[in-house]
């Protein structure tokens, strides 16, 4: 069995900071947590990225990044870079510990219908700049030959439960839901392919409403949705829209939906209204599957939101927990997902599937960089 000692970076849709995780993996069923750590963005980077979204919007190609859109590109290689250094130092790790680096980059833009996503972040410079091979740039041959492009860590997922599974702990069917700034299940039944889609805003508009009234990044802990009602009228508004009757696999860009539906409402009732927004687009995917699911296992930062939690509870059928409580990190799985990932793109392994993003095919992806000089990282591992 060869080994990589990989290191998974992720900056969601949240746009919180940088997550970082160490990984002993095959890409395949092996599959050993390391250390974990998480680098904030400042309150200038989340505006800088703001600004690149904006113009993002106006974006119809994948060219050569200009105005603010280049601006954040840079500001998260380096924060990214950062990251990996400080990790590094603080852990008694070089780069020469270091095989592969997963480095997802920060979504601008995904319209899958246009064959278009846009993931900033210079994977070359990352790689010249660490010492260490970067793979990057994840989501895009997977666009272009026709799926949605997200999500892409079913296959990550999938491992997790089968390892879980081997001692009899989670007995399927039963779904993984990750709550970034957009929210995606996972569901996982012995002997299948996962099957995979975007649910809803996941924490993206309770984000901004939080922003728009009060300056703050988001609802920390669901203190604000705690003291409101939601408005079940509003709800109804925001859950009619035709993706919630789509079946997966489907993708949605960060600015699919509108907050307009709680704009009357107070900060307390929109903050309520939005959470349970999250949940119920849940409630929706749940008769789109091919049974109830009987857990539901919550990551991401929405597992972090006890009120987003409880509302999971009231609405769906089948029993929530978290990610933690079946040992895994709420906080860092995607961080491990792209450690992992980047395993699987160097060795040519598919990770998207037709039941995860609706390509033809099983198909590999993303694009390695090697540093200038000679690869730091030692030789894969050799483990009986």
């Known amino acids: 069995m060869t080994l990589y000692r990989a290191i998974g970076l992720m900056s969601g849709t949240s746009m919180d900071g940088v997550d970082i995780a160490l990984v002993e993996t095959d890409g395949e069923s092996a599959v050993t947590f390391g250390a ?33 859109v280049a601006a954040a590109e840079k500001m998260v290689t380096a924060r990214h870079a950062e990251a990996v250094e400080s990790f590094l130092a603080e852990k008694g790790l070089s780069a020469r510990d270091i095989h592969l680096v997963g480095f997802h980059g920060q979504t601008v833009l995904h319209r899958p219908k246009q064959r278009l996503t846009i993931q900033i972040g210079d994977g070359a410079a990352l790689a010249r700049r660490l010492g260490i091979a970067v793979v990057y740039d994840f989501r895009a041959a997977d666009v272009a030959a026709g799926g949605e492009g997200a999500p892409i860590v079913p296959v990550f997922h999938r491992a997790l439960v089968e390892a879980s599974g081997k001692d009899g702990n989670l007995p399927g069917p039963l779904a993984l839901l990750n709550i970034g700034g957009v ?10 392919d996962p099957i995979a889609c975007d649910t809803g805003p996941g924490n993206a508009l309770l984000d901004d409403l939080m922003l728009a009234r009060c300056g703050e990044p988001m609802d920390r802990h669901g203190h604000t949705a705690a003291r409101g009602r939601v408005d079940e009228e509003a709800l109804a508004r925001l ?15 960060r600015n699919n939906f509108s907050r307009l539906a709680v704009e009357h409402l107070s900060l307390e009732d929109a903050a309520a209204t939005l959470t349970a ?49 079946c040992g895994w990190s709420a906080d860092s799985m995607e961080a491990q997902a792209f450690a992992y990932l980047a395993v699987r793109s160097k060795r040519g392994l598919p990770y998207t599937y037709p039941t995860t993003t609706g390509v033809a095919a099983p198909m590999t992806g993303g694009v390695l960089a090697e540093p200038d000089r000679e690869p730091s990282g030692s030789q894969p591992l050799e483990r009986a």
């Open 36 to 68: 974990t750590g998480f680098q904030p963005y400042s309150d200038a980077d989340r505006a800088l990225l703001r600004a690149a979204l904006d113009e993002a919007a106006g974006l119809d190609a994948r060219a050569a990044a200009t105005g603010a």
């Open 183 to 192: 929210a995606n299940v996972t569901y996982v039944d012995d002997g299948l």
């Open 239 to 253: 859950l009619d829209d035709p993706f919630f009757d789509l079946p997966p696999p489907k993708s949605l860009d």
């Open 277 to 325: 927004f999250t949940a119920a687009s849940v409630g929706r995917l749940m008769p789109l599957l091919p049974q109830a699911p009987k857990s539901l296992i919550v990551c991401g930062g929405g597992a972090s939101n006890p009120i987003l939690v409880r509302e999971l509870v009231q609405r769906l059928p089948c029993k929530v927990t978290t990610a933690d409580v």
